[in-house]
């Protein structure tokens, strides 16, 4: 499993159409046939703040190949450095422990 945290300062237009936006690209990776279920994608805002987190992880390397292919994670990606101004941070991250 591939994890990443995606964390930036929302910036740029309206918090309503920039949800509106996440609630898109998450409704297309349910819909993908070939990465339904391969991909799990939350977004998460700290209460009271402009700071976003999502929380991206893959079932395998192959799922995050083709969703890299698809238009519709380019244009979220593209989306995504709008809404932030430029400041995008991609962090891998590596389980240490976990619940069962």
Known sequence: MKRLLIKYRFSTGTREDWHA?????????????GLKGRISYRCLRAR???????????????????????????H?????KRASGGTVEVLPLDVIAETA
């Open 48 to 74: 009271d703040s402009d700071d976003y987190y999502h929380l991206a992880t893959t079932a395998d390397e192959t799922a995050a190949r083709e969703l890299g292919q698809r238009d519709f994670f380019k």
């Open 76 to 80: 979220y990606t593209e989306a995504t």
């Open 21 to 33: 936006e996440i609630a898109r690209f998450i409704a297309a990776l349910d819909s993908d046939p």
